[in-house]
Structure formats: structure tokens, C-alpha cells
């Protein structure tokens, strides 16, 4: 399918590895030019050169925390854009009652505030233009809460009310908000997070990642590059009747009938 972005132009955050790389991967093969951001350069560049190669699209990339407002303002310079998918690392998992504010707003600015200010600095040129796309990643917990992610839960909660209300006051102007939930993905945070069960529990890493399978009826992670074409899909210019969604790709494992 053609997905009529080519020539556009996205801004795709945290996208050196994992969930990001693979919404940035699937944007290239649909031509659009992309600037990438990530803290560390040396797989950011190292990402970029392989797209570029791979795709023969424009890629620019920032390295810079997107979670400070020095960062934002470094990936925002590289504007405009036509296309933004917002993403940062996930808040470490822990117990509700070891929590404190610092932890809290540290959650919140990353996986919150951060692509809210995103949002509201792409938007309004967006809307003049009368075309644009935001997808956001969040988490499977904004569906049915991970209890050890309480922080994640928390913040996304926050970022999910924010798109509820805002994507219906901009869609109107061709311009669509999205999320997408991931849940289990075979990516770097996954591994960190299987890491963390192998410890407390002291069992291997083979089974940890079995009994997570488990727990999914497609009985497997899910890939950077199928979470990606799912990106590049809200991204098309088929996607323009999709508004304020929350579209979990989690193999199955919430079980929910809606
Ligand atoms: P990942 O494999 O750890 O990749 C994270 C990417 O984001 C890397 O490129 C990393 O590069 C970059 N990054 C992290 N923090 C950043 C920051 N502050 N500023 C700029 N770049 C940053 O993670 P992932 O699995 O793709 O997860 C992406 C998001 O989806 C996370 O919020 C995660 O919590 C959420 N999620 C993931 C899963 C899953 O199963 N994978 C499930 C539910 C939710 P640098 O470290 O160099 O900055």
C-alpha cells in the first residue's frame, strides 16, 4: 500500500534503538525524511547511516536528552515537521510505596510533559498547513495497569487525558493524535525489564522470557519493525479519519472484548 507521506517531513524522538527505531525505520520506507534524536550519538548515527543507506531518505539527527527543554529545543530547530512521534525511555519499574515526588516528576516530565510541549510547539504549524500527524508511544498500562510500572502508569495516564481532549480540537484542521500502546516488545527495554524479574526471582533469562511469552496468546513479543508499520499506517494519509485513539499492539494479552 502506498502510504502518501513520501516527501514529508517527521520528527521521530528516542529513536536510535527499540520501538522508536522501528517507527523510524517504517516512515523511511514510505520516503519520508526523518530527524532522529536519542542521547547517545554513537548508536544514533550509527541508526541514521543504515536508514539512509537502506532508504535513500534525508535523515538528521540530534542527539540530546528530549526529556530536558534544552533537548526539545535542539530536535525542535530541525523543524518544521509534518510528522512527529513522540517516545523516551520508560520510568524504572519499583513498589507504590517506595515512590517519592522526585521520582513522580521525573516520570511525568519524561513520559507526560515532555511530548505534551512537543505537541504544542508542532501543532499550530501543523494546523495552518491543514495537514498533519502525532502519534504518540505509551505503554499497554494506559489499558490494563502493570503493577510494577506504577510510575509509567501514572504519567501516561496523564498524556492519554491530554490527547482525549486536545485531538478533537485539532482535527478539524486535517490534523490527527493517536497513540500507540505497546505491550511486550523484544526490544532493549524489555530486556532490562525481563533483567529485573531473572533477579528478584533468580531464575534464567530463557525463563523469564517463557513465562512472559505465556502470558501472550500470539505467545511471542512483538517486533520494533510490526509496531513501526502500524506508526507509518496512523502516519498515512489513509489514517486521516483515525482521531484521538489509544490502539494497543500487545498480541492479544489485554483481555478485553473492546
Ligand atoms: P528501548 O529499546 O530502551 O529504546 C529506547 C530508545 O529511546 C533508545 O534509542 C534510547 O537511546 C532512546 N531514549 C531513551 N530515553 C531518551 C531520552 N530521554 N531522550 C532521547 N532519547 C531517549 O525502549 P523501547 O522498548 O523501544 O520503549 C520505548 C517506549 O515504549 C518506552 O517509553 C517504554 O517504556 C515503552 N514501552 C515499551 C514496551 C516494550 O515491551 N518494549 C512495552 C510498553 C511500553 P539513548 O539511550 O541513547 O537515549
Redesign the pocket.
Known amino acids: 500500500m502506498d502510504l502518501g507521506i513520501a516527501g514529508k517531513r517527521a520528527l521521530v524522538?528516542?529513536?536510535?534503538?527499540?520501538?522508536?527505531?522501528g517507527c523510524a525505520e517504517a516512515l523511511a520506507e514510505a520516503g519520508v525524511d526523518l530527524v532522529m534524536?536519542?542521547?547517545?550519538a554513537e548508536?544514533?548515527e550509527a541508526t541514521a547511516a543504515e536508514i539512509r543507506a537502506r532508504h535513500r531518505v534525508n535523515v538528521t539527527t540530534v542527539a540530546?536528552?528530549?526529556?530536558t527543554e534544552a533537548?526539545r529545543a535542539a530536535v525542535l530547530a530541525k523543524g518544521p515537521f509534518d510528522i512527529l512521534v513522540t517516545?523516551?525511555?520508560?520510568?524504572p519499574p519499583g513498589m507504590w510505596s517506595d515512590w517519592g515526588r522526585e521520582d513522580f516528576l521525573k516520570a511525568l516530565d519524561?513520559?507526560m510533559l515532555t511530548p505534551i510541549a512537543l505537541m504544542q510547539a508542532v501543532l499550530p504549524g501543523m494546523m495552518a498547513q491543514g495537514w498533519g500527524r502525532v502519534v504518540n508511544?505509551?505503554?499497554?498500562?494506559v489499558k490494563s495497569p502493570v503493577a510494577v510500572l506504577g510510575l509509567?502508569n501514572s504519567a501516561r495516564a496523564g498524556l492519554t487525558g491530554f490527547v482525549a481532549g486536545t485531538s478533537r480540537q485539532v482535527a478539524g484542521k486535517g490534523v490527527t493524535i493517536n497513540n500507540l500502546l505497546?505491550?511486550?516488545?523484544a526490544?532493549?527495554?524489555?530486556i532490562?525489564?525481563d533483567s529485573a524479574v531473572v533477579k528478584a526471582r533468580g531464575i534464567s533469562m530463557e525463563q523469564a522470557i517463557e513465562e512472559r511469552s505465556a502470558t501472550i496468546p500470539a505467545g511471542r513479543?512483538?517486533t520494533?519493525a510490526e509496531f513501526g508499520a502500524a506508526c507509518a499506517f496512523l502516519c498515512s494519509q489513509h489514517a486521516g479519519f483515525i482521531v484521538g485513539q489509544n490502539i494497543l499492539l500487545d498480541g492479544g494479552a489485554t483481555n478485553a472484548t473492546l
Open positions: 524522538c528516542a529513536s536510535s534503538k527499540g520501538l522508536g527505531r534524536n536519542a542521547r547517545g548508536a544514533l540530546a536528552d528530549i526529556t533537548g517516545n523516551a525511555g520508560g520510568p519524561a513520559n508511544i505509551t505503554s499497554v498500562s509509567s505497546p505491550g511486550i516488545h526490544t532493549d527495554r524489555a532490562a525489564l513479543y512483538g520494533p
